[in-house]
């Protein structure tokens, strides 16, 4: 059997370099000289909400087929119009 070199920029003793994501899901707060600790925590939660932490790992909770996805994103354009229609409907 006849050893094919490796193709690409990596050799196989390299290790990889992963490239840091646009949007980390950690999350860091430092707590302020003097600030209540119940401060902290609300401020912590508030950018938690902010970054969308928990509905991100919610979304990859379970797997979504590309139809079901596909048809759940329909559902939720077409809800949004209907709703500008009736506040246009209004005017």
Excluded: W
């Excluded at 909770?61 to 079901?68: I, M, Q, R």
């Amino acid at each position: 059997m006849r050893h094919h070199k490796r193709k690409g920029p990596r050799s196989r003793n390299q290790k990889r370099s992963y490239q840091k994501s646009r949007r980390p899901s950690h999350v860091s707060i430092y707590a302020k000289e003097g600030e209540h600790p119940e401060r902290t925590i609300k401020r912590f939660l508030k950018k938690c909400k902010k970054e969308k932490v928990i509905e991100q790992a919610r979304k990859y909770d379970y797997y979504e087929k590309p139809s079901a996805k596909r048809t759940r994103e329909k559902a939720r354009r077409r809800a949004v119009l209907k709703k500008l229609n009736e506040q246009n409907k209004k005017t």
